[in-house]
């Protein structure tokens, strides 16, 4: 994303609104990697929820992650 990322109104959407929050982080590291969240359940489950950042700041819903941990069925050992 490098720079077309700096000029995206949802990045500064983000931005405003993690600072409001109080989020204070640092600015150590690469800085142009996006993230993503994965819930991936026991043996031939598979991916139960994939979220991947589309944008800087995107956040992953707490609520389908939590339904998605909870779909996992454990194996016998």
Do not use: C
């Not at 690469?30 to 929820?49: C, D, H, K, S």
């Not at 950042?53 to 779909?71: Q, R, Y």
Request: proline share 1%.
């Amino acid at each position: 994303m490098m720079t077309s990322g700096f000029f995206r109104f949802g990045v500064w959407k983000n931005f405003f609104r993690a600072w409001r929050s109080g989020y204070s982080g640092n600015l150590e590291g690469e800085g142009f990697t996006l993230g993503g969240v994965y819930v991936i359940g026991a043996g031939r489950q598979g991916v139960l929820l994939e979220h991947r950042e589309k944008e800087f700041g995107d956040k992953v819903s707490l609520p389908s992650v939590l339904e998605a941990a909870e779909k996992i069925e454990l194996q016998a050992s």
